[in-house]
T-cell receptor
């Protein structure tokens, strides 16, 4: 159990276009989802925290108008990279958790990631 | 969350035990030690966590020193598929408000298992 999927697994787009990435919890309800970004040979950097039915909380330095996050249901969160540029090329990873499922130990379940390449 | 220090890389022979150290000297009393790993081009995978007692599951063992300032992740019989970046994260699991659930990833240890 506790499987998280992402779609697409990879995407190539032209500079200036917008790209939407989906994160789904397949067999549990995720009250909280997290979006990370990972550049080559670097660690994961948290971008934002998404709670179902409320606005996302962005980390310092992450532009909320550029990275639109929607968590409209307990099983789906989306990240839209608006007006993408080559410097947005990265590996985007989501994770999901539910206190009732993970208990006090707050285990997070990660998706497989989406590789975005902006030409 | 407390900062952690890990060696940047380690090697291990297939079939042998891999012992990955982590220093977390500023850990507070109610923070847990979590270990995740990331195989190349995949999302991180949870391995194990603990507070102060040693823990074991089907993947690994976690040894936490008595003063809780360091820990060791043990993969008892490493295989080639265990080659990955291993992240040691100190985290307060039931933090409220905007800190809830946040995991801070350091640079981790690149474990290479060779034949």
């Amino acid at each position: 159990g506790a499987v998280v999927s992402q779609h697409p697994s990879w995407v190539i787009c032209k500079s200036g276009t917008s790209v939407k990435i989906e994160c789904r919890s397949l067999d549990f309800q995720a009250t909280t989802m997290f979006w990370y970004r990972q550049f080559p040979k670097q660690s994961l950097m948290l971008m934002a925290t998404s709670n179902e039915g409320s606005k996302a909380t962005y980390e310092q330095g992450v532009e909320k108008d550029k990275f639109l996050i929607n968590h409209a249901s307990l099983t789906l969160s989306t990240l839209t990279v608006t007006s993408a540029h080559p410097e947005d090329s990265s590996f985007y990873i989501c994770s999901a958790t539910n206190p009732g499922l993970a208990g006090v130990n707050n285990e997070q379940f990660f998706g497989p990631g989406t590789r975005l390449t902006v030409l | 969350d407390a900062k952690t220090t890990q060696p940047p890389s380690m090697d291990c022979a297939e079939g042998r035990a891999a012992n990955l150290p982590c220093n977390h000297s500023t850990i507070s009393g109610n923070e847990y030690v979590y270990w995740y790993r990331q195989i190349h081009s995949q999302g991180p995978q949870y391995i194990i966590h603990g507070l102060k007692n040693n823990e074991t599951n089907e993947m690994a063992s976690l040894i936490i020193t008595e003063d809780r300032k360091s820990s060791t992740l043990i993969l008892p019989h490493a295989t080639l598929r265990d080659t990955a970046v291993y992240y040691c994260i100190v985290h307060l699991p039931n933090a409220g408000g905007t800190s809830y659930g946040k995991l801070t990833f350091g640079q981790g240890t690149i474990l290479t298992v060779h034949p």
